[in-house]
């Protein structure tokens, strides 16, 4: 009975850690010595849950909060009648298409916004997009995902946009190297570098919404997944992290 309990309970968790032990005791179960396996590998799974607790982050919620801020943050600016601090904050390009399509010098457009209602939907129209932001997101995510793994000891940490690049020549190129080399010899970097127990890197996009930038991510996590299983290191783990509800570009 107990043997019986055990093995669903393998069969549910599904960690690897069990997977060597499962394949030799299909064939000996009764066996004194490999229960005594089972059992100590059970204790540790048991003392590992008790540490990485489950953390459930709503990637796409993040976007909305960030947008809502920055909307939040031009009304201020916008408030404040002051344009030059409006355009420090806000999308440039996009306060320019409005200047334009109003025909309205910024003080104009400053003094329209006495008006609370219009000065809210100005600040949504010219307001940085969250979905422009994305590495933002990356970072946070990641972040979160270094205070569970390192709790066993494997670190996660967020690197800079050019901080390591995998080259169409298989070699993994730092900053310096890539200055030196035409931008059409590498593919995208990584975002964040393993250490601790096992080392690595992490490639990690965040993507709830199609059309412009958007598509490209699919495309560029197919072409690192191709660079790793041709030119990967086998000592080193390669980790393609994507958020996304686009479920049918992710099975494409």
Not at 37 to 49: A, G, Q
Not at 76 to 97: F, G, P, Q, S, Y
Request: proline residues 1%; charged residues 30%.
């Amino acid at each position: 009975m107990l043997v019986q309990r055990l093995k669903k309970l393998i069969n549910k968790i599904k960690i690897e850690l069990c997977i060597p032990y499962i394949i030799k005791m299909q064939s000996a179960w009764d066996l004194k010595e490999d229960m005594y396996k089972l059992l100590d590998v059970l204790s540790h799974l048991r003392t590992l849950f008790k540490i990485t607790k489950p953390y459930i982050i709503d990637c796409e919620n993040l976007r909305r909060e960030r947008q809502l801020e920055n909307n939040k943050l031009v009304l201020e600016c916008l408030n404040t009648k002051d344009m030059k601090l409006v355009k420090e904050n806000c999308n440039k390009e996009e306060l320019k298409r409005v200047l334009s399509e109003l025909n309205k010098t910024d003080d104009e457009l400053l003094q329209k916004c006495n008006d609370k209602d219009y000065s809210m939907l100005l600040a949504g129209r010219i307001s940085k997009k969250a979905s422009r932001q994305g590495i933002k997101d990356e970072a946070y995510v990641i972040s979160q995902c270094n205070i569970i793994s390192s709790s066993v000891g494997v670190y996660i940490q967020n690197l800079s946009v050019n901080a390591f690049r995998p080259s169409k020549y298989g070699k993994i190129v730092e900053h310096v190297e890539y200055k030196k080399m035409e931008k059409s010899d590498c593919l995208k970097s990584f975002d964040a570098k393993i250490s601790g127990k096992i080392n690595g890197f992490v490639f990690a996009k965040i993507t709830f919404s199609s059309g412009g930038h958007q598509d490209n991510v699919f495309m560029e996590a197919h072409q690192m997944c191709e660079w790793v299983v041709k030119y990967g290191d086998s000592d080193l783990l390669f980790v393609i992290l994507i958020d996304t509800d686009l479920k049918n570009n992710l099975a494409n």
